[in-house]
């Protein structure tokens, strides 16, 4: 074989190698579209993700009173050179800016967020029980205790 057309191949094969791990990770996310309800005393908390591109999920986090929405958190779920990350914008938190956790675990089933410089939560995961539940936890240190809340969810849509 040529080396002109072997140069060729070999950057084929990394091209598609390549290609072929982002539409991995983002296939191995695609469960978490949809609108999901976490039901709580005080009322329904809802989750709702879509897909915006090849790269990128957003999601809200927001309840609803009467006729009213209320959002708690703006959140992309994106790749960015290859690595996943997760980066939620709290309302009346860390000043209105993003912050961003990557990816420390992934699976078909459960995905696990980290940022250790964070004050709360540290950890973010999303655990797929079933087609229809989820359990969203955050977890971390708080006041130099260990903490951790867990949102079973079901999807709606």
Not at 30 to 40: A, D, H, P, R, V
Not at 86 to 101: D, E, H, M, S, W
Request: proline fraction near 4%.
């Amino acid at each position: 074989m040529k080396p002109r057309i072997l140069f060729t191949v070999i950057v084929l094969m990394i091209l598609c190698s390549w290609t072929a791990a982002d539409q991995n990770n983002m296939t191995k996310i695609s469960w978490l579209t949809g609108t999901w309800e976490n039901k709580t005393p005080k009322g329904s908390i809802y989750e709702n993700w879509s897909r915006i591109n090849d790269h990128e999920l957003a999601g809200k986090s927001y309840a609803i009173r009467g006729k009213d929405t209320a959002v708690f958190e703006n959140i992309r779920l994106t790749e960015e050179s290859g690595k996943l990350f997760y980066i939620p914008t709290v309302k009346n938190q860390n000043a209105g800016l993003p912050v961003r956790f990557a990816l420390k675990e992934l699976s078909d089933t459960k995905m696990v967020f980290e940022n250790l410089q964070h004050d709360f939560p540290q950890r973010i995961s999303y655990t797929k029980i079933s087609q229809n539940e989820l359990v969203a936890e955050i977890s971390g240190a708080m006041n130099g205790k260990e903490r951790r809340q867990e949102f079973p969810m079901r999807r709606l849509k």
